[in-house]
């Protein structure tokens, strides 16, 4: 059997392994209760022959049990230890094994295949459970009278065991080959008609006698009969009834009625103008106003929190307002000249509105309106009496939120020494630096900053650090380590041999490493130079020569430049010898080392003939070397010769080519972005990133490292101490709304302005004579409705309350968060939502109804019937007024909710909570049965008809004499079930779906 919805598919039983091999058939068990089946092995005999063994194996029956793993039990319902459990559902058990409770049942398969064990519910008053440590297992006990009570009956134990399978995507045979176990699962149902107010405790125990036996240690006779009745019947039963107890919880049933039969029971009742607002004497308001001599009685309207949509109007009585505003004024502003120590009544928000003598006539008419109207001043009054009420926890939680600011001051302290440090090291040592110096001081860091190799911040998707970019770019890595700093520092083993400059010639490095290339600047040997220091340094008569010999080397014949870029800055040059020395002995054929191949480049070297107008024509440069030395030093520079332009030759043709390993790096820009004013290392940005996500936020404007105010914030909702103070003050006109009521209220923002403004008005009072430094200005406490299960916000809900200093209009019209006509509240009255506190409320859009072709279905006057579609809106906030009503608010109009021109308008659905399934029956509605039309409509009158003694549900009984066979759900003609037929179509018809209604806004909404 399906459920309709397709989550689950009940079977009557279910067998595996060995006992599947049982025979299919309605037979009772054999006498002695035991299975037996012929078995057939074939035995292999030799390559080729084989045997056949037949055998008769008896498998294990109720007899052999003696205990049962609890582990198997996956769920009990109710949980041990409920005390408000529905008293019309169904105590039930759950097993992991979908196989258990038929596993060693002696009955053959059958569609009332009867499980070896049931689960019974007693009353705890008349139960005994004891435990004999000389028994298997614990025992009840219970004396036969009540037995006959309380037990059910066991011939119609198959109708209350069933297997279950979750979902439709496998085939049953799929589902129970053992590869989906979180699919499946096993229950037995204890089918009590429980009573509401009552303990009872809940017992697995055996179905049949042997078993009985077997649980209590006693000889077990093989049997098929029943643990009970007791041989002879109940009519002739005395003493006490004892059964084994394999697992047993206790529970207690609350009050009668579940989540239908509370919900079916709401009506909707739109409330009226008196709902919302309370009149008010203030004719006799004291000896300060006895002189206006106001007629008896000046009735002024006194409005709540919450309000009817018709409430009229605030209208004050004819000639009453100006007279009493004046004399209000009089009292509370202190004249000129008075001593200010006299006690007058408040001036209520004058310390956020910083007037705190007098009432501005301009710029704060909201001041005016709240301290001038007696009904707003009580509203104010309420807020400080709030404070009034709970100053002490009040006080308590501003203390520790001023430690906790202490020690937040402490750390931005820190961080100011902190900020002044790293700006004195940052102006002595990174100042001034050149780019690469720059880059490579600050190494330590760049796996903390994210910088492109052009110095660029990243994308807002990327995520590359300055470390990772220098890594993926041409620069090398270890140029930024800290053995290549010191190498490179000017009195590094590196820095003293690089010419000229150590930090020029570092540059210099670093820049051609940034763009890929290895350029070393060369310092010469001792005693050498080159042409350019020759030429530059010759004066007088000679320089024209040098010039000469400067500027014709690169020119002449036989010399190779093998240093230097620039064409025109000098270099390195090779070249011949104008006195080669003599050509070499012949080689010697006899000789053993044979012939030696000489390289083309030294031979062409030997051979070099000094270039033609190399050396000017004048008889003064004349080259007289001694003999002997000047061969040698002509060897030297010959070989040297040879060999550098030998391996210039080879290098080229021998040396691959790499190219670029990346991106070049960009010293300047990296160096810029790290260090200059603004950049990475900016103390005024990096210190602050770091420590103010520490601390409370600071004001938009000024040093975000000063210390914070000392401002402690109520981040409680108000509106729940307000009903505690006062139900009536939060919604006026309570008691005349009927139990079981759904209405539409509205938000009365000019109250809850009031409220919270002398709420805060007393908290700066109350924090100055305690002593804690604030600026009583604030705005301590900002939040008025409860939204903090609001599902469209994460986290701690924002402010309802803009700054009260900031107010500048009417009152009313500053907190648009927290009332008014753009804000609707739905009212319900009644025992449901007190008894299911998670039930979902939420508004749908109502759309036309369709059937089955998608066309619109029109109702009697031809107009399209609203059903709720899938656009949702939740509730911004949720209260509770004592005793019994619940208030939620949504983002919804009035015009909207109530729908018009075309517009459907919106639902209100009450849903509950989706839970594991759950199996019962209803109530009955009235004294008088009525007939069911489908399953859904059953109730405890179908089964059990008036003057019944029965407790059970029983199978037998009225919808068994001529079976009934009815759709399972109201409303569907498929699928159906009928009554007794097996236990899968048993399930199917107790089970209980989740509740869901609808109610749509213009019902609960007065008529416009």
């Known amino acids: 059997m399906t459920d309709p919805a ?48 037949s055998r008769t194996v008896r498998l294990y029956g109720p007899g052999d049990v003696v205990g049962l793993d609890t582990s198997q039990i996956i769920r009990r319902e109710p949980r041990p230890g409920t005390t408000d459990f529905e008293p019309n559902y169904f105590p039930l058990v759950e097993f992991d094994a979908p196989e258990l409770p038929w596993l060693l049942s002696p009955q053959p398969g059958g569609d009332r295949l009867r499980p070896w064990l049931a689960l019974v519910v007693l009353r705890r008053q008349v139960t005994q459970i004891v435990a004999d440590p000389r028994r298997p297992l614990p025992s009840l006990r219970l004396t036969a009278g009540d037995a006959r009570d309380e037990l059910p009956d066991l011939t119609e134990s198959w109708a209350w065991a069933h297997a279950q399978i979750t979902g439709g995507a496998v085939t049953p045979q799929q589902a129970l ?199 707003w001043r009580a509203a104010a009054a309420l807020g400080a009496r709030v404070v009034q009420d709970n100053q002490e926890q009040l006080m308590a939680s501003a203390w520790e939120q001023a430690g906790e600011l202490e020690r937040a001051n402490s750390l931005l302290r820190q961080a100011q020494l902190a900020r002044a440090t790293a700006a004195a090291v940052r ?5 001034g630096l050149p780019p690469d110096a720059a880059v490579r001081v600050t190494a330590p860091v760049h796996s903390r900053v994210r910088l492109t190799p052009d110095g660029s911040p990243p994308g807002p998707d990327a995520r590359h650090t300055l470390r990772a970019s220098v890594k993926a770019s041409v620069f090398p890595s270890a140029a930024l380590s800290a053995p290549f700093r010191r190498a490179v520092r000017p009195a590094g083993p590196l820095g003293r041999r690089l010419p000229g400059s150590a930090q020029a010639a570092t540059a210099e490095l670093a820049t051609g490493l940034s763009r890929g290339r290895l350029r070393v600047p060369i310092r010469p040997p001792r005693g050498g130079a080159d042409f350019d220091e020759v030429g530059d340094r010759v004066g007088g008569q000679n320089r024209p020569r040098m010039l000469h010999l400067r500027e014709n080397v690169p020119h002449a014949g036989g010399w190779r430049k093998i240093a230097g870029d620039d064409p025109d800055a000098g270099g390195f040059y090779v070249g011949g010898d104008p006195n080669p020395p003599p050509p070499p002995p012949a080689t010697d054929p006899t000789d053993g080392a044979g012939d030696i191949e000489r ?55 021998t040396v691959e080519t790499l190219a670029a390993a990346g991106p070049e790096l960009s010293l300047p820009a990296v160096a810029s972005a790290m260090v200059d004013a603004g950049g990475q290392l900016e103390p005024d940005t990096s210190v602050a990133r770091e420590v103010v996500a520490l601390v409370p936020a600071a004001p938009p404007t000024g040093d975000p490292l000063r210390p914070r105010a000392a401002a402690p914030r109520f981040p409680q909702p108000m509106s729940g101490p307000l009903s505690a103070v006062d139900r009536q003050m939060m919604l006026p006109g309570i008691d005349g709304i009927a139990d079981d009521s759904v209405a539409v209220l509205v938000g009365n923002a000019r109250f809850i302005e009031a409220y919270m403004t002398g709420l805060n008005h007393e908290l700066s009072r109350e924090l100055l004579w305690r002593g804690l430094p604030t600026d009583p200005g604030a705005t301590f406490a900002d939040r008025f409705w409860d939204a903090r299960g609001n599902p469209d916000q994460a986290g701690d809900p924002p402010s309802q309350l803009p700054p009260i200093g900031s107010w500048t209009a009417d009152l009313g019209d500053n907190a648009t968060a927290v009332g008014g006509p753009g804000m609707l509240v739905l009212m319900i009255r009644g025992r449901l939502l007190l ?87 209803d109530e009955p509605p009235g004294p008088s049965p009525t007939t069911p039309h489908s399953w859904s409509d059953l109730d405890w009158s179908h089964v059990s008809p008036a003057g019944s003694t029965g407790t059970h549900a029983a199978v037998a009984g009225p919808l068994a004499a001529t079976p009934t066979t009815l759709p399972v759900l109201s409303g569907r003609a498929l699928p159906t079930a009928t009554w007794g037929a097996d236990a899968a179509q048993m399930a199917a018809i107790t089970y209980q779906r989740p509740m869901r209604v609808a109610i749509h806004a213009r019902t609960a909404l007065p008529n416009p």
């Open 599 to 653: 390289p083309p480049a030294l031979l062409a070297a030997e051979a070099a003939e000094p270039a033609a107008g190399l050396l000017p024509v004048d008889d003064r440069w004349q080259i007289d070397e001694p003999g002997r030395r000047g061969d040698r030093l002509r060897g030297i520079n010959n070989r040297f010769q040879a060999a550098a332009e030998f391996l210039l030759q080879h290098l080229p043709a």
């Open 177 to 375: 080959d053992g590869r989906s176990p979180e699919l499946t699962l096993s229950r037995l149902v204890c089918p009590r008609r429980l009573q509401p107010h009552t303990a009872y405790v809940a017992c697995l125990v055996p179905v049949y006698r042997a078993g009985v036996q077997a649980g209590l240690g006693q000889p077990v006779t093989p049997s098929a009969e029943l643990a009970w009745p007791p041989p002879g019947g109940w009519q002739d039963a005395t003493g006490t009834i004892e059964l084994p107890v394999y697992d047993h919880w206790e529970f207690t049933t609350a009050e009668a009625g579940d989540f239908e039969t509370l919900v079916r029971r709401l009506r909707p009742r739109p409330v009226g103008a008196d709902v919302g607002a309370m009149p008010v004497d203030i004719s006799a308001a004291g000896p300060d106003f006895a002189d206006l001599a106001l007629t008896e009685p000046t009735v002024l309207p006194f409005e709540g929190a919450l309000t009817s949509p018709d409430l009229p109007a605030r209208q004050w009585p004819p000639g009453v307002q100006q007279p009493v505003a004046q004399r209000l004024e009089d009292l509370i502003e202190a004249p000129p000249g008075v001593d200010l120590t006299v006690l007058r009544p408040p001036i209520y928000g004058a310390y956020q509105a910083a007037t705190p003598d007098t009432l501005p006539e301009t710029g704060r008419p909201w001041l005016r309106e709240l301290n001038l109207d007696p009904g």
């Open 6 to 53: 397709g989550s689950y598919r009940f079977l009557a039983w279910s067998r595996q392994g060995l006992a599947a091999a049982i025979p299919t058939h309605n037979a009772p068990p054999a006498d002695d209760a035991a299975v037996r089946l012929p078995v057939t092995l074939t035995v292999a005999q030799g390559q080729s022959g084989t045997e056949d063994i």
């Open 835 to 921: 008894r299911y506190p998670h039930t979902v409320v939420y508004a749908a859009k109502a759309v036309p109804k369709t059937d089955a072709t998608g066309a619109p279905v029109p109702g009697p006057d031809g107009s399209p019937i609203p059903t709720p579609g899938p656009l949702q809106r939740y509730p911004q906030f949720r209260g509770t007024i004592d005793p019994d009503v619940t208030y939620l608010g949504f983002d919804l109009t009035i015009e909207a909710a109530r729908g018009g021109d075309g517009d459907l308008g919106w639902f209100f659905v009450i849903q509950e909570q989706p839970t594991a399934p759950r199996f019962g029956l």
């Open 427 to 431: 102006d002595k040592h990174l100042d």
